[in-house]
């Protein structure tokens, strides 16, 4: 009764498993359509804190710009490569602005995510290439968004469009749809044994 009982379990598992390997191949086409944005504040005090948003805040102003002719993730990241000096120069200024003298650092880098719900979207965990600025110790909770394509902060219309734009029908389905949460642990658990396996590493700086 007890090796029927582990057959079944075990049955079961693989069932689980194999029904999943669909939706984790797409969760990996979704991270590599996207391109995010990190910023590290300095620390949790409630100054540093309020910094990082205005820090945000100057980036997304600036690199909106950029990414108005960009039609692939692969376009948009170059734009931000291209520009990634100036970049850092924005978001220092806005620094001194503020009274700090805090070093900025910017850099393109290929990071794990866990799964990040947005108003409208839920975005799978993974490896995603990323614009991460580090402000001061960078010791501070973070910030994330979504800078390609745009979803985290453009009206629900203009998420939509774009998000329709990058996405197929399917990947678009499972980013809009709330059905799938338990899916996106099962993938986050084993996206988190796999990156054990993976170092987070830079692509490019600037400082």
Same mark, same amino acid.
């Given at each position: 009764?007890?090796?029927?009982?582990?057959?079944?379990?075990?049955?079961?598992?693989?069932?689980?498993?194999?029904?999943?390997?669909?939706?984790?191949?797409?969760?990996?086409?979704?991270?590599?359509?996207?391109?995010?944005?990190?910023?590290?504040?300095?620390?949790?005090?409630?100054?540093?804190?309020?910094?990082?948003?205005?820090?945000?805040?100057?980036?997304?102003?600036?690199?909106?710009?950029?990414?108005?002719?960009?039609?692939?993730?692969?376009?948009?990241?170059?734009?931000?490569?291209?520009?990634?000096?100036?970049?850092?120069?924005?978001?220092?200024?806005?620094?001194?602005?503020?009274?700090?003298?805090?070093?900025?650092?910017?850099?393109?880098?290929?990071?794990?995510?866990?799964?990040?719900?947005?108003?409208?979207?839920?975005?799978?965990?993974?490896?995603?290439?990323?614009?991460?600025?580090?402000? $001061?110790? $960078?010791?501070?909770?973070?910030?994330?968004?979504?800078?390609?394509?745009?979803?985290?902060?453009?009206?629900?219309?203009?998420?939509?469009?774009?998000?329709?734009?990058?996405?197929? $029908?399917?990947?678009?389905?499972?980013?809009?749809?709330?059905?799938?949460?338990?899916?996106?642990?099962?993938?986050?658990?084993?996206?988190?044994?796999?990156?054990?396996?993976?170092?987070?590493?830079?692509?490019?700086?600037?400082?």
């Amino acid at each position: 009764m007890k090796l029927l009982i582990k057959s079944a379990c075990i049955a079961f598992v693989l069932t689980v498993i194999y029904s999943l390997i669909p939706f984790q191949a797409e969760c990996k086409e979704i991270s590599k359509e996207v391109f995010r944005l990190h910023i590290m504040a300095n620390s949790d005090n409630e100054y540093d804190q309020n910094l990082k948003i205005k820090v945000r805040d100057r980036v997304l102003i600036y690199t909106q710009n950029l990414f108005e002719n960009a039609s692939s993730k692969e376009e948009a990241e170059k734009l931000i490569s291209d520009n990634l000096q100036n970049i850092a120069n924005a978001a220092y200024q806005e620094v001194i602005e503020n009274g700090y003298n805090y070093t900025v650092k910017a850099q393109i880098t290929n990071m794990y995510f866990t799964t990040r719900e947005y108003e409208r979207y839920t975005l799978p965990s993974g490896m995603y290439d990323a614009l991460r600025i580090t402000i $001061g110790e $960078g010791k501070g909770h973070n910030w994330w968004c979504v800078m390609y394509p745009s979803i985290c902060i453009s009206s629900a219309e203009t998420q939509d469009l774009r998000a329709k734009e990058v996405f197929n $029908g399917e990947q678009y389905n499972i980013v809009h749809n709330e059905q799938y949460q338990y899916k996106f642990k099962v993938v986050e658990v084993f996206e988190k044994i796999c990156n054990v396996f993976n170092e987070d590493k830079s692509k490019t700086d600037s400082n």
